[in-house]
């Protein structure tokens, strides 16, 4: 069965740290880009990072780069989102999401990917 689940969110203080987790079943995980996106409440989705099948290329929106590492453990059919010096505007629903397009790079585009995650709710706040 096809599944995409994050996990690890939660409440943490500014410039606190969470590490998501989106772990992968039902597909050859080791084939596609996932990328991880996050919604606020009134907002569009955002890409905030992606990364290929190999890990060997990565993107950050700006607004992270710096402070959020992508990475990705084949093995474990997982892909993680470090975050670190967490600001209130980090708070948002974030999401994981498989490109089946086979391609070396990925994408920050929302409209590329196919198949999302239920979500984990991220709230950065003192």
């Known amino acids: 069965q096809l599944q995409l689940v994050e996990s690890g969110g939660g409440l943490v203080q500014p410039g606190g740290s969470l590490r998501l987790s989106c772990e992968a079943s039902?597909?050859?995980?080791?084939?596609?880009?996932i990328g991880w996106f996050r919604q606020a409440p009134g907002k569009e989705r955002e890409g905030v990072s992606c990364?290929?099948?190999?890990?060997?290329?990565?993107k950050y929106a700006e607004s992270v780069k710096g402070r959020f590492t992508t990475s990705r453990d084949n093995a474990k059919n997982t892909v993680y989102l470090q975050m670190n010096s967490l600001k209130p505007e980090d708070t948002a629903v974030y999401y994981c999401?498989?490109?089946?397009?086979?391609?070396?790079?990925?994408?920050?585009?929302?409209?590329?990917?196919?198949?999302w995650g239920q979500g984990t709710q991220v709230t950065v706040s003192s």
């Open positions: 990364i290929n099948d190999s890990g060997s290329h990565l």
């Open positions: 039902g597909f050859n995980f080791d084939s596609f880009a």
């Open positions: 999401a498989v490109d089946w397009t086979v391609q070396p790079m990925c994408a920050m585009r929302p409209s590329s990917y196919d198949y």
